[in-house]
């Protein structure tokens, strides 16, 4: 499969004479705004995909009627590839990214397509554009894969024609702040999410469902926003870029993967690094009620988010209805930086990878 899929790529690479280069101050990276020289493309028409190729990162072309411009008809994945300090490139639990895009594809009525295919043509593009991905600590190149529906017809019905493609990026820490604790806005009035819909998926219309809500949050000066259930208002699912975690007395709390919660893969490697380390870990509903209990009776001992983007990110505050719950005084638990210096470990190489988690190019 692997043989197959890299002889059907083709390629078109930008000489280097016209060719980008990453930025010299790696510090001032930012997330999400600056993009390397090529992408990879893919086309679905007459029932199949067609033609995988590499070429340079340029405006797309497409119908003002494209439907994924109507009707939401949107999925994407976030991965990210580091520069270990022997210079080797690492992916870390790709074909677990790919696994979920392709439920993402299949709840949103978008052809299934070769997750190996995909794996190889992303090393490929990596190999291209290798001297974009940083080498300063915190920093990575971020990788978009997504799949939007491209054919020209306004209709609400599965489109018939679809673009998948793969962006990358070099990036620094997603807070500029660091790894230090954030402050979060837990949302009583609006949902990001209900049963029966499509929260397990990361699909466009999931985070354009969370801007107005979250802004709010950010005007009030709180980093990120987290959700409670759509049906009362009272269960924790998660923040807009991350799973969250509680822990109380001894037990390592997470909301359950129940249709309106993203089944994130590095909430996944928090599970399973606490199942080796022989710690307690619940997945089951957690009122917000239960939360405020536990931190008034000092059994609430640290708070954490797990995502792509933050890797973990320690959680310091939190404001229900107007009333500010410091967790862990405000400073980075014990165990949240366990967590976070076990999975940078592992991604960087200073860490053994018992898991296999790990994909070198």
């Known amino acids: 499969m692997e043989n197959s899929a890299k002889e059907n790529l083709t390629k078109r690479i930008l000489p280097q004479s016209q060719r980008r280069f990453l930025p010299t101050d790696e510090a001032s990276l930012g997330f999400g705004d600056i993009f390397s020289d090529h992408m990879f493309k893919m086309d679905y028409y007459d029932g199949r995909w067609r033609s995988p190729r590499l ?3 340029a405006p797309l072309s497409v119908s ?54 995909l794996l190889e043509a992303l090393k490929e593009l990596l190999v291209v554009d290798q001297n974009w991905v940083p080498g300063s600590p915190g920093t990575s190149l971020y990788i978009r894969p997504f799949i939007v529906a491209t054919e020209p017809h306004l209709g609400v019905r599965p489109a018939h024609e679809y673009l998948l493609m793969i962006i990358t990026g070099p990036v620094g820490p997603y807070y500029p702040e660091g790894f230090a604790p954030i402050k979060i806005y837990v949302e009583p009035q609006y949902s990001r999410a209900a049963p029966g819909g499509v929260g ?47 822990v109380i007395d001894e037990e390592i709390v997470t909301s359950p993967i129940g249709g309106t919660v993203l089944p994130g893969i ?53 404001r229900y209805k107007g009333e500010d719950h410091i967790v862990a005084n405000g400073v980075v638990g014990n ?4 967590f976070y210096d076990e999975i940078t470990g592992i991604q960087y190489g200073g860490r053994p990878d018992p898991h296999d988690w790990v994909t070198l190019i």
């Open 55 to 57: 070429e340079p990162f």
């Open 64 to 117: 003002p009627a494209a439907m994924g411009l109507h009707y939401a008809q949107l999925i994407f994945e976030g991965l990210k590839c580091y520069r270990r300090q022997d210079g080797r490139l690492a992916l870390f639990r790709p074909r677990d990214n790919f696994a979920r895009l392709a439920n993402s594809a299949h709840r949103m009525c978008i052809p299934d397509f070769d997750q190996a295919l």
């Open 200 to 246: 397990q998926v990361k699909a466009a219309a999931n985070y354009a469902a969370s801007l107005f809500a979250t802004e709010e949050a950010h005007r009030q000066g709180f980093t990120q926003l987290l959700w409670l259930d759509a049906c009362e208002h009272k269960y924790v699912e998660e923040v807009g870029s991350m799973n969250m975690f509680f």
């Open 266 to 318: 590095t909430r996944d490697s928090v599970i399973t690094l606490a199942s080796d380390w022989g710690l307690k870990v619940a997945e089951r509903p957690l009122s917000i009620g239960e939360i405020i209990e536990a931190k008034k009776n000092h059994r609430l001992k640290e708070a954490f988010g797990a995502g792509t983007a933050a890797v973990i990110s320690p959680v310091g505050q939190l």
């Open 335 to 338: 165990l949240t930086q366990r």
